[in-house]
Every structure is written in structure tokens, then in C-alpha cells.
């Protein structure tokens, strides 16, 4: 099992910016993917950007040179760095942990609200 602990949402005016941290624990694997998804009311979750424990990354294009993912693997975490904040970023933003070869090892943290006022 992994538990995840998110941190670092809450509202902020348009043009600003966020940090959202998360911390895993428990039995982690070394060969991982860390990432960040988003459900604003009334829509499906979708990825905003992963990062894999070799350090490669990939964003969605509405995210594409405002947010930034970065890890820490010695702390087991991974952070999201949000500029330029648009009324359109408000969701829920969930953590994601997983190994891309094992489908049973897929945890999702609680999530962390992101308000964006205009």
C-alpha cells in the first residue's frame, strides 16, 4: 500500500500562482510514475502533467509553460508549480502513484482544491 499527502491548494486571483506538494509512503516501488489530475465540477478527471522516476515529464497542452512538475526522490515527493493561474485551472487536484507495469499499483492521494478568483 501507498498513502499519499497532499498539500499546497487554496485561492488565489488570477495571474497568480501555487505550489501543490505531495508525499508518498508506504511500499514504494523504485520504477514509478508521479502525477497530477484535476476534476472541476461537472467534468472528467484529466492528467495535467507525470513525471517517472527517471525524470522524464509530459504536460497537457493547456498547462504547457504555466505549470511545472518536479520530484524529490529521496523525499518521495513530487510538486507542481502553478504560474499564471486562469479561473479555468479551479479543480480538485489529485496526486497519482503508480508503476506503469503493474496495474494493481495505482493510488490516488485526497485531493487539494485550486480556486482561481478573475
Known amino acids: 500500500q501507498v498513502q499519499l499527502v497532499e498539500s499546497g491548494g487554496g485561492l488565489v486571483q488570477a495571474g497568480g500562482s501555487l505550489r501543490l506538494s505531495c508525499v508518498a509512503s508506504g511500499s514504494i516501488l523504485n520504477i514509478n510514475v508521479m502525477g497530477w489530475y484535476r476534476q472541476a465540477p461537472g467534468k472528467e478527471r484529466e492528467l495535467v502533467a507525470h513525471?517517472?522516476?527517471?525524470?522524464?515529464?509530459n504536460y497537457a497542452d493547456y498547462v504547457k509553460g504555466r505549470f511545472t512538475i518536479s520530484r524529490d526522490n529521496a523525499k518521495n515527493t513530487v510538486y507542481l508549480q502553478m504560474n499564471n493561474l486562469k479561473p479555468d485551472d479551479t479543480a480538485v487536484y489529485y496526486c497519482n502513484f503508480k508503476n506503469p507495469f503493474l496495474r494493481s499499483y495505482d493510488y490516488w492521494g485526497q485531493g487539494t482544491q485550486v480556486t482561481v478568483s478573475s
Open positions: 513525471i517517472i522516476s527517471g525524470g522524464g515529464t
